[in-house]
């Protein structure tokens, strides 16, 4: 076996690792973007090939928002792309949706939970991406700043609002 | 007691519960806590509510087709939907408010410059990219087609079109106009339309200076949804009295991975009156109405819109324009009711 083989290898290796690690957080990610599944499912494939071509020392350390980053510039592209080829049509994100939790799985949901995830949807867009990439992913505001091309400050803020606002409703619901 | 001071509703404090402060701040935050209870139970309550949330969204997650399924196995998708379970970011409607879809010929490829290429050199040009790709010459998509390529005609730029073609400067719009309807109402016809401005100001713009930066007007609040992809400066450019329309190209090349935009801005004090042809006259008109109608603008405007559309009527083979005259007038009765 000679050096090439065995760098190709671990290359494969390290692939096939982000995959198990990283597909489905970033299929939801992108479905959330784009609010189809389907078409999440390409968005994040094309992410892995892309990191298939990239050496892994470029990404290595930074590797899940290196992920995230990709997948974000795809699906906005393909968000760009279609708002402008083919008019939106009115119901799609609804109909794209996911399906309601499976049986049984609902009970599992605490009322607190429930509550949360109920206020989480009432935020602004923008607030809710980055309060499910730092609750969610765990990202910090500098990673969620590069992933999202926001200045530090600005995910900040945001993530402040987002939390000032829930923290109130959620005290506003409570007996 | 020491004098540091921080307010519970201050970011900071928010970072520091979340962890996202470097030590030498935290250090400062847990002074300022000392002399603040309201502070240090904002702390408590926002580390609460963190664990909340991390507990939240990891159930929903577990709960969540996407993620409960292997990651090879087709998503579940629910014949009765669930609204509100997966809201989008709708990034889509901030590119349809800002762009006009119209398909365009000229795409950036292809590594020497054709005999066909269009010629730019009067024309101002930006580009609006981080991508890595080098700058090309234009040509033809036929010759050199391109993985996506699409135009955009900035809203508030073509609204000075209106102005200055339609109105002779007596009044400016009050609202952006869509030139996404505006493209609807006319369409192809309008597309010769810009094809003809663009040739026209391609001569008449030669040697112009770039226009000069504007502060951007405050109560523009569509504006603000752009904030995120474009630069108040830009916006701000855009909306310089001197720039007349605003062509973007966004195009990816095959192998390429970020799109990529180019902006033409067409800068001229002097706009030819032939360009306000009937066309865009009644494009104009039937984008007014709909403003009209959306309360946009007051109810006086069904004159000039009347005016504008019989203008702009032209030959009206199928009788549509005629129609539209007609439906003008209806409405107009009715809202004098």
Redesign the interface.
């Known amino acids: 076996m000679n050096r090439a083989t065995t760098q190709h290898e671990h290359a494969g290796d390290f692939v096939r690792a982000a ?2 690690d990283y ?3 970033l ?2 990610y992108a ?5 189809d ?2 078409r ?2 390409d968005v994040v494939q094309d992410t892995f090939v ?1 990191l298939m071509s990239q050496p892994i020392a470029d990404v290595q350390g930074h590797l899940a928002e290196w992920l995230f980053t ?1 997948c974000r ?2 699906a ?2 393909i ?7 083919k ?2 049509e009115e119901g799609q ?10 049986p049984g ?2 009970l ?3 009322e ?3 509550a ?3 206020l ?2 009432t935020l602004p ?2 607030q ?2 980055v ?2 990439l ?3 992913n765990g990202f ?2 500098k990673e969620i700043s590069r992933i999202t091309a ?1 200045s530090v ?1 600005h995910v ?2 945001l ?2 609002h987002a ?2 606002r ?2 109130a409703e ?1 005290a506003a619901q409570q007996p | 007691m020491n004098n540091h001071f921080i307010s519970p509703d201050d970011p900071l404090l928010t970072a520091y519960a979340l962890g996202e402060l470097s030590p030498e701040r935290a250090a400062w935050v847990e002074e300022a806590l000392k002399n603040s209870p309201e502070a240090r139970q904002a702390v408590e309550e926002i580390r609460i509510l963190a664990a909340d949330l991390e507990g939240a969204l990891a159930q929903e997650a577990l709960n969540d087709p996407i993620g409960g399924h292997a990651a090879n196995e087709p998503v579940a998708t629910s014949a009765a939907p669930s609204p509100g379970r997966v809201v989008p970011f709708p990034y889509v409607w901030v590119g349809t408010l800002a762009a006009a879809c119209l398909a365009m010929v000229i795409a950036l490829n292809g590594p020497d410059s054709s005999p066909t290429a269009v010629p730019t050199a009067s024309v101002a040009q930006t580009t609006v990219s981080s991508g890595a790709a080098p700058e090309k010459h234009f040509v033809r998509v036929p010759n050199s087609p391109l993985a996506t390529a699409a135009s955009e005609i900035q809203q508030p730029s073509f609204a000075r079109v209106r102005d200055s073609l339609l109105e002779d400067g007596r009044r400016r719009p009050r609202g952006v106009l869509r030139v996404d309807r505006l493209a609807d109402a006319s369409d192809p016809h309008l597309r010769a339309t810009l094809s003809g401005l663009l040739a026209q100001q391609e001569t008449a713009a030669a040697g112009e200076p770039p226009s000069e930066i504007l502060p951007l007007p405050e109560d523009r609040a569509d504006h603000r949804l752009f904030d995120d992809i474009r630069s108040k400066s830009e916006i701000a450019r855009e909306i310089a009295s001197r720039e007349l329309l605003t062509f973007k190209i966004n195009f990816k090349e095959p192998k390429v991975d970020v799109a990529r935009d180019l902006r033409f801005s067409l800068i001229t004090p002097d706009v030819p009156s032939s360009i306000g042809n009937s066309e865009s006259m009644f494009a104009a008109a039937a984008d007014t109405l709909d403003s009209i109608l959306r309360e946009a603008y007051g109810s006086t405007e069904y004159d000039q819109v009347i005016s504008w559309s019989e203008a702009g009527k032209g030959e009206d083979a199928d009788s549509r324009r005629g129609e539209f005259i007609d439906l003008v007038k209806k409405a107009r009765a009715l809202s004098a009711e």
């Not at chain 1, 479905?31 to 609010?35: E, K, M, N, P, V």
């Not at chain 1, 968000?79 to 402008?84: F, Q």
Request: charged letters at 30%; proline letters at 3%; aromatic letters at 6%.
């Open positions: 995959v198990a597909q489905t957080p299929i939801r479905a959330r973007l784009i609010g599944a389907d999440a499912r892309k990709v510039h795809r906005l592209d968000l760009r792309k279609e708002g402008r080829m008019r939106f994100m609804e109909r794209v949706s996911t399906a309601e939790p499976r799985k609902a599992e949901y605490s607190t939970h429930e949360i995830l109920r989480i949807g867009a923008n809710q991406e309060i499910r730092k609750f969610q910090s505001y926001l400050s900040g803020v993530i402040h939390v000032t829930l923290r959620f």
